[in-house]
């Protein structure tokens, strides 16, 4: 007992987070307001790399039990802080493309099954809806309605700045490496979380505890304001294999990924030709016509052997996540929230457990925006 007769207070654990996208920001902000002494570290400033360029689109439509309670966690939180628009996601299979049908016959009632508010819908039904789109061709599409867009960079700095408001030490322009001994930047801490998006496999390869994630680049276009964003849902076509959205009046076109490992250090961050080419496509397939682009670039996206992120303790004290596909952040107001839960001692997500490779594992990368498992 201290002398007042109060029991003396137990030590808040120190927690360093490196990285502060969207994922870092999160945990750094959950962390904070259960009294956790948070430093973050970010190489640039907030929201600097992935999650400031991504393309905000948010549903719970996971065949997958852990996928999709994560999902649907991830929404509520969305909407709680009032970030979410609501806005249906619709995804097509086109004639002669029977494998994107045949999955999407196989997804949907498994997601249904999961409690997901998904159907098929037909080419009437979708014409009626959003007579804007090119509806002739369509085989199969269905859509989900537990879905909507937030604006991804404004959301990952209102986090960060909400994570500063609860007590977290936010260091920009503050980039660090990793030696395996809990140390960040000349200081211990009681735990270190890793949540440099892209970086995270070199950071904790070089600390001693590899995992095995790779870096693969993605494209994204946005056009001029144009009428026919007021008249489409989310739509990924699976023939196509792209994905678009409206934003402010605009249309957001993405995906030319290309599978292949990226250096996260040294990539090119415009659009290439090909793919802003191939936009004028894919609105043509759309909506009936190409509509004049007004900026394009390129992200990265991290890719795992069996297409699940990595998310929990690496080593002791050590934690991790990263691998998130392509979705990394519909998922992270849930993802963020039980990393935190477990850097406090309770429960993780079982099925996200970095510790289920040794690190060293050979895979190919397969995009997240699929129909397929
Ligand atoms: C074009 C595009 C479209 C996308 N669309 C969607 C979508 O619609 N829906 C969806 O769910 N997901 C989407 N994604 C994926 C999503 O952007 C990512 O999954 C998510 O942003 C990952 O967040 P993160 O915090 O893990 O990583 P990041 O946002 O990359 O953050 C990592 C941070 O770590 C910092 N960092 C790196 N190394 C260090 C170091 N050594 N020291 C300190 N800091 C460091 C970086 O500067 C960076 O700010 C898209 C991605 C792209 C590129």
Redo the contacts with the bound molecule.
Sequence with gaps: MAAGGQPPAEALPSVAV???????ATVALELARRDADVTV????D?????????????YDAFADAVDAEIAERALDRFRERGALTDHPYVWLARSGDDRSAEAMAEHVPRMRQQGRDVSFLDADDLESRWPTLETDDVARAAIARNAGYAD?AAY?RETAELAVGEGADLRTE????LDGTGRVDGEDYDAVVV?????TAR?LGEAGHPIPVKAYR???LLTEQTPLADGVPMLYDATGGYYLRPRDGRLFV?DGTIPEEYDPTDWEESADGWFRENCDEYLDTAVGESVTESRS??????ATPDGDPLVGERAPGLYV??G?Q???????PAIGEALANEVLGEEGIDAFDPTRFEGDESFEIVEGMTLED
């Design positions: 490196v990285g502060c996208g969207v994922v870092g570290f970010e190489a640039g907030v929201a600097a790399e992935s999650s400031g360029r991504a393309a905000g689109i948010c991804p990952t503050t980039p660090v490496e949540a440099a998006g892209a970086h950071l993605v494209q994204a993405g670039w390129a992200g990265l996206c991290t996540a990263s998130f392509g979705h990394g952040f519909m998922r992270a």
